[in-house]
């Protein structure tokens, strides 16, 4: 009984450390500042560049810095960035009929559309994949 169960705990093992390495997702980080500032809030986004290579992959930017571990961090590849922060309208369109207020986005495109974006990184099996945005 004893053996089986040391067989048990040695496969859990294995298998395990197989699934973490597999993937070969990498943590992603950095920092993010605007008008010489730390964001304070708001939320990044990498997309692939590159087709059929590489999922997209998100997270919240917190004082100036955001984290993605490596569970759902990216593979090596190209990724256009997308750095959103909405703050509340200050005053609702005359149109409006939602239930929560409207937000408006702080940032420039060249940062925050999809479509503008012209933030380009690398990410790198040997690199520290630490990415710095000062947006002006």
Avoid: W
Wanted: glycine share 10%; with cysteine.
């Amino acid at each position: 009984m004893l053996y089986f169960r040391s067989f048990l705990l040695f496969l859990m093992i294995l298998l395990a450390g197989g699934c973490s390495e597999s993937s070969g997702k990498l943590v992603v980080k950095g920092t993010v500042s605007f008008k010489g500032l730390k964001l304070a809030n708001g939320n990044i986004q990498f997309f692939s560049v590159e087709p059929g290579k590489g999922d997209s992959a998100g997270t919240i930017i917190k004082d100036g810095l955001y984290e993605i571990p490596s569970v759902h961090g990216l593979i090596p590849g190209k990724y256009k960035v997308v750095i959103s922060c909405a703050e509340e309208a200050k005053v609702p369109p005359l149109s409006f009929k939602g239930s929560s207020p409207p937000t408006v986005e702080k940032l420039p495109p060249e940062f925050s559309s999809f479509e503008k974006s012209v933030q380009v990184v690398e990410v790198t099996a040997k690199g520290k994949n630490f990415f710095e945005f000062m947006i002006p």
